[in-house]
Structures are given as C-alpha cells and as structure tokens.
C-alpha cells in the first residue's frame, strides 16, 4: 500500500494535471453571473452558474480593463479562461482573460477577433486598394431587391450620371443564405466581366442584421475581386470588415452612388470650356494669318513700282477681303455646330461625346490646314509677281547698258522733243548734264 498523500501534494497534483492540458488552457464557457465583486486592486470576483453547477471564477485586473460592457449579478457571458486549483481551498477556478455578455456582447468579440486576423493579413493596406474608373460604363449593386438600399442607389445614379448602365445582382442581405448568395454574386460579377465597378451594402441594422458582411468567405471574394468594389452597408456609424477591405467605404448606400460617378453638370461644363477654347484659338489663328497677308501686302519690295504693285495691292486686297468673310463664316459655323452639339451632349453617352468631340477637332485641324495652304499658295504667288516685276523695273534695265534722258522733269522719247536747254542723261549708276547743238546738215551732236 502506498504511503498517503498529504492533501497540499493531492491538490498540487490537480493543479498539474489541469495546467498540462491544453484544452483547458483556453476554454469558453457560456453562464449566468452571480456573487459578483470588483475589488479596490481592479480584480473581478464572481460565480459562473447555470441550472446544474457553479464556479467560482476571477479576473485580474490587466484583462478586467478590456471589459466592454457592464457586468452584474444575473448578467448572461461568455468567458475564455483557463482552469485551474486555488491552491489554499482545494477548488477549481476559472481564470478569465475576455470576457462579453451573451448574444449581442459574443458576436462583438468574433467580430474584434476577426478584425485583427484579417488586418494582420494585410487586406485593409491601401496600397492594394483599387483605384475607382473616372467614366464607368457599367456600375453593379449587390443588395436585396426589396432593401431601400437599391432604390437610394439608383435614383441617384439616374440623377447623377444616366449615361451609366446599372447591373444588378438580387441577394439576401442577412440570414444564413445571405452570406453565400453575397459570394456568389461578387464572383459571377468578375467572371463575366458585368460591370467597371460594384457597390455592395444594405441598409441600417443591428450587428447580428449587418452579420453577413463580417463573414470570411464574404471578405475573402471582396479581397479577390478583379473589379473595384465599394461597401455601402448600414449608415455612417456601422462598420464591418468588408468596408476595412472594400477598395473604397461608403458611409451610405447613396454617397456610394455618388463616389462612384461623376457629376453630369460638371462635365457639361468641361465640354463648354473645351469649346470656348477652341473657338477663341481658332478665331486668333485666323487673326494672326491676317497680319501676316498684311505684313506681306506692305513689305517695301512690292512698292517699287508703284502702278503695278497698286494693281496687285487691290487684288490682294480683295483676296484678304474674301479670306477674311470666309473665316467669318467658317467660324460662325464652327460655332453653330459647337452650340448643336452641346445641345446633344445630353441625349448621347459620355464616350460619344469625347468622340465627337475629337472628330471636330479633327475636322477644325485640317481646315486650318487647307486655309494655311491657301494663305501659303497666296505667299508663293506675291513673290513669283515681285520676281517678274523686278526683272523689268528700271534699274535692271539700266544695269543691262541702257540709258535714258529727261530734260524739265520730263522723260525724253525723241530727239525732236529736245530744246536747246541741258538735259539728263541718267545711267545705272549716276546721271551726267548734256546739251543739244544742231550741225548743218541738220543733225543734232550733244556736247
């Protein structure tokens, strides 16, 4: 027979046994609170009971401060302790670490809990965040058909931006089926390419309503998805962990609507900027075409000589004249053509629009090409003229040997129009004086 244990061996021996098993080590136990104490050290002494048995239980103080809710004799919780001897009086004991009323309190915690799992795993970094398109042309809604969710979305998605088309994926928003049909729909979006972006959400609720959206499998297809996704679920106080990992977290179904668009009026604005501008560079390159007629009209080579240059002056001055009502014209309807098609921005798409847009620019470009043709072909004529005209002026005839004579200011064609004054005998390069002495026989000798 073995010798006997003293009862401090017995229950170190327990004490142990209890501590070696890891089971025990991190255990939940639901119950009721009764005897409940909060020392002046901050520890928490209390009975956990149900209808059958009780423990004693005990909270230190280091944990007793993560304590959310107001615990009370009758108060149902959740506990995650270890279990263990108090040595002095032989009885087991629960050592609490978290502690959380029932229902409400529990569901809390397993969102906390989740939390910090799915935040340690990097999904909530904004480096992996999706950039929302500029200009969609298809948006998603993943809601219940019933909600007053889908109705805030689309009213101000038809107000805001009409020219995007809306696809939308009917879901249970809470309930046991809700979280699988909220997996199924994110994933059916991608696959088949549905939409540019998606929003997802519901209206308002309580935590155990707004449960679907704290679900892994419901994070995990949001994490995954190849399309930019926006939650909207509850109002702006509700928080779950799919708007931690969503690309972007709307406080409401609607100002998801409105992140998710841009507003119509100011892009009709930007267009009448685009056209404004184009008018006004338009109408100064035609201006400053003009000058340059101008300029060229009276540079001092075309006013040598001056009968002729007057002639060729009023031709293209009558050119300039015809330029001049022609870019009147083509800008008043460029113009008219800019009014039109601002009338019917709003009756095509946003990608139409940009599109015609740069049709006419296009169209604009190349008139402006064939009118600098023009204004060049015009240019290239006006100096084959000074050409022609300076091969026959007066000075290179006289560079070719020639002379001519001029007595009184008067040119002299003949040698009867002489008198017997002095005349001018003008050469290239100066002018001698000469005077007329008729001989015998007739004929005049000049001296």
């Given amino acids: 027979m073995t010798n006997p244990l003293q009862v401090s061996e017995l229950v170190h021996y327990v004490k142990r046994e209890l501590e070696n098993d890891s089971l025990l080590q991190q255990v939940q136990v639901v119950g009721e609170v009764s005897n409940f104490k909060r020392h002046s050290s901050g520890h928490l002494y209390f009975t956990l009971k149900d209808e059958q048995s ?35 009086s032989g009885e087991m004991q629960l050592y609490v670490e978290r502690m959380v009323e029932d229902g409400v309190g529990a569901l809390y915690e397993a969102y906390v809990q989740l939390k910090e799992a799915v935040e340690e795993k990097g ?33 101000t998605l038809r107000r805001r931006y009409p020219q995007a088309a809306i696809v939308f994926a009917p879901v249970l928003v809470q309930g046991k089926e809700a979280a699988p049909q909220i997996v199924r729909a994110i994933e059916a979006m991608n696959e088949h390419q549905a939409c540019d ?21 419901v994070v995990t297809a949001i994490y995954q998805s190849r399309i930019p996704i ?42 009448h900027e685009l056209n404004r501008r184009l008018t006004r560079n338009y109408a100064q390159y035609i201006r400053e075409q003009k000058e340059q007629v101008h300029r ?68 604009t470009r190349k008139q402006l090409e064939r009118i600098h043709s023009v204004v060049h072909s015009k240019q290239e004529r006006l100096h084959q003229m000074i050409a022609r005209l300076d ?57």
């Fill in 391 to 447: 091969s026959v002026s007066p000075t290179q005839v006289l560079l070719r040997g020639y002379t001519y004579v001029e007595q009184d200011g008067q040119l002299v064609r003949s040698v009867a129009e002489l008198s017997d004054q002095t005349f001018r005998i003008q050469f290239h390069d100066g002018s001698i004086l000469a005077k007329r002495e008729d001989e015998e026989d007739g004929n005049g000798t000049i001296l």
């Fill in 54 to 88: 009780r423990m004693k239980a005990v909270m230190f103080s280091r944990d007793a401060g993560r304590v959310k809710t107001d615990i009370r004799d009758g108060a149902r919780v959740v506990i995650t302790a270890r279990l263990s001897v108090y040595v002095a």
């Fill in 123 to 155: 999904w909530f970094d904004a480096e992996r965040k999706q950039a929302l398109p500029t200009f969609p042309r298809k948006i998603g809604i993943v809601t219940s058909p019933k909600g007053a969710a889908l109705h805030d979305i689309a009213t």
């Fill in 197 to 217: 972006v998606m929003i997802i959400g519901r209206g308002g609720g309580s935590i155990e309503e707004l449960w679907a959206f704290n679900e892994m499998p």
């Fill in 230 to 271: 926006v939650s909207a679920v509850g109002h702006e106080t509700d928080f779950t962990i799919a708007d931690f990992v969503a690309d972007v977290r709307a406080a409401t179904p609607t100002a998801a609507a409105e992140l998710v668009t841009p507003e119509a009026a100011e892009l009709e604005k930007r267009v």
């Fill in 296 to 363: 060229l009209a009276t540079s001092y080579g075309l006013k040598s000589p001056r009968v002729l240059l007057g002639l060729k002056q009023e031709r293209l001055d009558r050119a300039e004249m015809q330029l001049s009502r022609v870019s009147k014209q083509n800008l008043q309807t460029k113009r008219q053509a800019v009014t039109e098609g601002t009338k019917r921005l709003l009756r095509i798409t946003m990608h139409e629009r940009l599109a015609e847009q740069t049709r006419q620019v296009l169209r």
